[in-house]
Every structure is written in structure tokens, then in C-alpha cells.
């Protein structure tokens, strides 16, 4: 089992950043691939960026989101710039032991609220 916990979220003007964290602890030797998800109320759970061999990022955060993570697999961090409105949302962390991109994960976070105001 993977444990995920989530931090950094809050509030932002638009154009500016922030930075999430995701902390890992378990079977972190058996985590492949780590991603960013994020949710608006009413609205399904988006792709935001994946690790695994290398990164992946959704055509909306392209350019002004970084996905990172330590070679010990333990932490995760999503560095967000540019920040927009739109990118208002409840953000989660994710792993899975195989290969992902977008699709469904075995281990997920319990979230981080992020608010752009305009």
C-alpha cells in the first residue's frame, strides 16, 4: 500500500504561482508513475501532468505547470506559474505501480484546494 498527502494549496492572484507538494510513504520502492489530478465541483476529475520515464502534461497547464519528483520516489511536486481562474480546482496526487498517463490510478491523496482570484 502507497500513502499519498497533499500541501501547498490556498489562494492566488491570477498571474501568480504556487507550489504543491505530494508526500509519499509505504511501498514507495513499488510506485511507477505519479500524476496531478484536479476537480471543480460537478465537473469530472481532469488530467493535469504525469512522471514516470518522463513527464506528461495536460494542453492546459503546458508551459506554466512543472511536475518534479525525487529519485526515491517520496516526493512530488507540481510547480504551478501563470496562474489562472480557470485553474480554481481541487487538486490530488497519484501513483500507481505500472505505467499511466490520464487513465486510472491506484493510489490517491485526499486533495489540496487551489483558488486563482481575478
Known amino acids: 500500500q502507497v500513502q499519498l498527502v497533499e500541501s501547498g494549496g490556498g489562494l492566488v492572484q491570477t498571474g501568480g504561482s504556487l507550489r504543491l507538494s505530494c508526500a509519499a510513504s509505504?511501498?514507495?520502492?513499488?510506485?511507477?508513475?505519479m500524476g496531478w489530478f484536479r476537480q471543480l465541483p460537478g465537473k469530472e476529475r481532469e488530467f493535469v501532468a504525469s512522471?514516470?520515464?518522463?513527464?506528461y502534461y495536460a494542453e492546459s497547464v503546458k508551459g506554466r505547470f512543472t511536475i518534479s519528483r525525487d529519485n526515491a520516489k517520496t516526493t512530488m511536486s507540481l510547480q504551478m506559474n501563470s496562474l489562472k481562474p480557470e485553474d480554481t480546482a481541487v487538486y490530488y496526487c497519484?501513483?500507481?505501480?505500472?505505467?499511466?498517463?490520464?487513465?486510472?490510478?491506484?493510489?490517491w491523496g485526499q486533495g489540496t484546494q487551489v483558488t486563482v482570484s481575478s
Open positions: 509505504g511501498r514507495t520502492d513499488s510506485i511507477y508513475t
Open positions: 512522471i514516470s520515464f518522463r513527464t
Open positions: 497519484a501513483a500507481d505501480r505500472q505505467f499511466r498517463i490520464s487513465n486510472e490510478y491506484e493510489y
